[in-house]
């Protein structure tokens, strides 16, 4: 029995060397294939369980085999699961009608496309198209997909290796306190970085923007949590200069940052164009784009389009057994109470720990940035690989990202209980011991 299984992950990982690409990113020294997951939890194929605090990259909403998503989504396939947006269904419809319940403002009205990439690059194309103009404001640091147009929106270098660079995207200084670009402290900054944005338009740009793209919190780029004000300053420096506010919520949507629904509330600004996916459909592949009605006719006046996979009744039926979920059992209020206590626990950690630099996020989205030296702020990417081993070791999933590939991401399924953090917080605890006392 053992050998069988022994052989099952060997051919796994055979036929993943031999049959895709090279390039796929592929966490641990050894690759860890997945066989099966129940709530928070997941096995390998060899049988090990472990933690999951990545959620599939902020995805697995509501935990893994949650019976209300998998039951939704048997008895749409016994029904319909493919007719493309030529032919209205009903999980299409009801979804969007939930969509407009939750989003914030004058948020009314979706385009249903595949992923976080599809619903940025309508984003884009619907702000150039309402306001005439072609120029787009995005973010050092920043992620938004991985199509030429998302890899030129990405502020990062290493995931814009192979992108076509479209020279109307333009990049402004980011929100990153912990590195502040300007040498400079919040809140005696005056949130500097923030001006930054009018400065690139009056000088790389004809003055006149279609949009500002920005996360909430960055995601890729190491949970990068702005000042409460920066988004607000630099919304209203977009639309002195005639762009829409893009919100970028493919990582922070659905009450993942706690207390809100969306990330983008806690700044107090209501975006004209919003996007999402990842946590829609807890794991269903599924993006969205928001918007009013006025704008939308912008695109109706200019030009007809569909989508062959939007809207597809099978993810769409996930999706709103997903919203129930959240809603019933891991609204956001109820996320940020759990967000407090990993917060609180992360903090005590960070006192205990010198790798551990800054911590940081929302919700049930924290990141912890490790460090050589606090003073230096030298990155320390070596002391992150060893400690995604350990936490392998004793049966906990974490994410990584930054520039530097040196920030913690944790981000477990939103219906993950006290219990569950405990033992997260615990495996972390002695992890960081092992960690630190290799350093």
Known sequence: MATSVQN???????????????????????????????????????????????????????????????????????KIIHSSTLYPNEAHVNLAEKMAELAPGKLQVSFFTTSGTGANETAVVLAQTHTGNQEVIALRHAYHGRSAMGMSLTGVGTWRIGGTAIGSIKHALNPYCYRCPLKMTYPSCGVACAQDVEEVIKTTTSGKIAAF????????????????????????????YGGLMISDEVQTGFGRTGD???GIEHSDVEPDIMTMAKGIANGFPLGNTMTTPEIAQSMMDAQLTLSTFGGNPVACAASLATMNVLEKDANPTRVAELGNMLRIGLEKMQEKYNIIGDVRGRGLMQGLELVKDRTTKEPAPEATKHLFEETRKLGLIIGKGGLYGNVVRISPPMTVNEEEI??????????????????
């Open 422 to 439: 405990a033992m997260a917080l615990d495996v972390l605890d002695k992890a960081f011991k092992v960690v630190q006392g290799a350093v």
């Open 213 to 240: 793209i920005a996360e909430p919190i960055q995601g890729v780029g190491g949970f990068i949590t702005p000042p409460a004000e920066y988004l607000k300053i630099t919304s209203e420096i977009a639309k002195h």
């Open 260 to 262: 809100k629904w969306f």
């Open 8 to 78: 099952k992950k060997a051919k796994i990982l055979e036929k993943q060397k031999k049959y895709l690409f090279p390039n796929h990113v592929l966490y641990y020294t050894e690759p860890l294939p997945f066989d099966h997951g129940e709530g928070v939890f997941l096995w390998d194929t060899e049988g090990k369980k472990y933690l999951d605090f990545f959620g599939g990259i902020l995805t697995t909403s509501v935990g893994h085999n949650r019976t209300e998503v998998t039951s939704a989504v048997q008895q749409q396939t016994e």
